[in-house]
């Protein structure tokens, strides 16, 4: 059993920054792959970016590549979104997510494979 709290969102202008960070319970953290994904108004929540994790694969949407960047530190139990030069379209609740999963795109960057989630955090760009 795993229990993710998520941190870090807030409100913010356009071309900011944010780091959202998600808290990890359990002994297994260190196993899991990580996922963040987002949920905007009115539409269906999507892929992010995962890592794998030994934090030896490393994957993002389109949409956040180059922008943003996903670490973890499983010392600290505890997985982080850095999130740079933020869009108004970046507007969205975050989720953070974990599993015992492979470290293949198609199995991590998939929110149907994960079992455990957090909360989630809002994060408002503003234009």
């Known amino acids: 059993q795993v229990q993710l709290v998520e941190s870090g969102g807030g409100l913010v202008q356009a071309g900011g920054s944010l780091r959202l960070s998600c808290a990890a319970s359990?002994?297994?953290?260190?196993?899991?792959?990580m996922g963040w994904f987002r949920q905007a108004p009115g539409k269906g929540r999507e892929f992010v970016a995962a890592i794998s994790w030994s934090s030896g694969n490393t994957y993002y949407a389109d949409s956040v590549k180059g922008r943003f960047t996903i670490s973890r530190d499983n010392a600290k139990n505890t997985v982080y979104l850095q999130m740079n030069s933020l869009k108004p379209e970046d507007t969205a609740v975050y989720y953070c997510?974990?599993?015992?999963?492979?470290?293949?795109?198609?199995?991590?960057?998939?929110?149907?494979?994960?079992?455990?989630w957090g909360q989630g955090t809002q994060v408002t760009v503003s234009s």
């Open positions: 997510a974990a599993d015992n999963l492979s470290a293949h795109r198609a199995s991590i960057a998939t929110q149907w494979n994960y079992d455990y």
């Open positions: 359990g002994r297994t953290f260190s196993t899991y792959a």
